[in-house]
Antibody, heavy 124, light 107 residues
Framework: QLQLQESGPGLVKPSETLSLTCTVS??????????WGWIRQPPGKGLQWIGT???????YFNPSLQSRVTFSVDTSKNQFSLKLTSVTAADTAVYYC????????????????WGQGTLVTVSS | SYELSQPLSVSVALGQTARITCEGN??????VHWYQQKPGQAPVLVIY???NRPSGIPDRFSGSNSGNTATLTISGAQAGDEAEYSC??????????FGGGTKLTVL
């Protein structure tokens, strides 16, 4: 059974960089049928897609965050990572990593497996 | 960029049918997916590809999509269905788009 686990600091200072890693177990991050994504949820608000990466390194980003976001993939560790620079209090949220399945024949992907989420607070 | 609109809240009497809508420009031309999220938990996929249920999701959950509106229907709503429901699409220009979420209250 696929499992995803987010890890990283729970507290980040304003203007610094938020770094999170998602470790995938029970499946390969090199699957050709899946993307891997990051989603966040500010307290009391809805889901906000951050971006998506393919094991080859190709990426899609939320335009509102694109200038501050970097993704990477480590296939040897079955992990993918997020870096968000110049954080402010508005970046305080629960951050989820998830697997995005690419269905055929109509490739309109959806998230079929999620991590439990990790709360990241931006505060001095 | 593509936008999805959901009502903030929907209420349903126990055992009755709840309908949660997701509106978007010509949404009927793309697949819609639905997630259930209970407090303190990660979202769970309940409907994919407009009307398909993943394994383990009760057949009380169904979906439809036409024109500018997609609808998640919960028949015979139970207390355990009380949650936030969010729709999601993949748009060719924006990639992943989520609706704002709808809080379902079972009375």
């Amino acid at each position: 059974q696929l499992q995803l686990q987010e890890s990283g600091p729970g507290l980040v200072k304003p203007s610094e960089t938020l770094s999170l890693t998602c470790t995938v177990s029970g499946g390969s991050i090199s699957s050709s049928s899946h993307y891997w994504g990051w989603i966040r949820q500010p307290p009391g608000k809805g889901l906000q897609w951050i971006g998506t990466i393919y094991f080859s390194g190709s990426t899609y980003f939320n335009p509102s965050l694109q200038s501050r976001v970097t993704f990477s993939v480590d296939t040897s560790k079955n992990q993918f990572s997020l870096k968000l620079t110049s954080v402010t209090a508005a970046d305080t949220a629960v951050y989820y990593c998830a697997r995005l399945l690419i269905p055929v024949p109509v490739p309109h992907p959806y998230f079929d497996s999620w991590g439990q989420g990790t709360l990241v607070t931006v505060s001095s | 960029s593509y936008e999805l609109s959901q009502p903030l809240s929907v209420s349903v009497a126990l055992g009755q049918t709840a309908r949660i809508t997701c509106e978007g420009n010509n949404i009927g031309s793309i697949n819609v997916h639905w997630y259930q999220q209970k407090p303190g938990q990660a979202p769970v996929l309940v409907i994919y590809g407009d009307s398909n249920r993943p394994s383990g999701i009760p057949d009380r959950f169904s979906g439809s999509n036409s024109g500018n509106t997609a609808t998640l229907t919960i028949s015979g709503a139970q207390a355990g269905d009380e949650a936030e429901y969010s729709c999601q699409v993949w748009d060719s220009s924006t990639a992943v788009v989520f609706g704002g979420g709808t809080k379902l209250t079972v009375l």
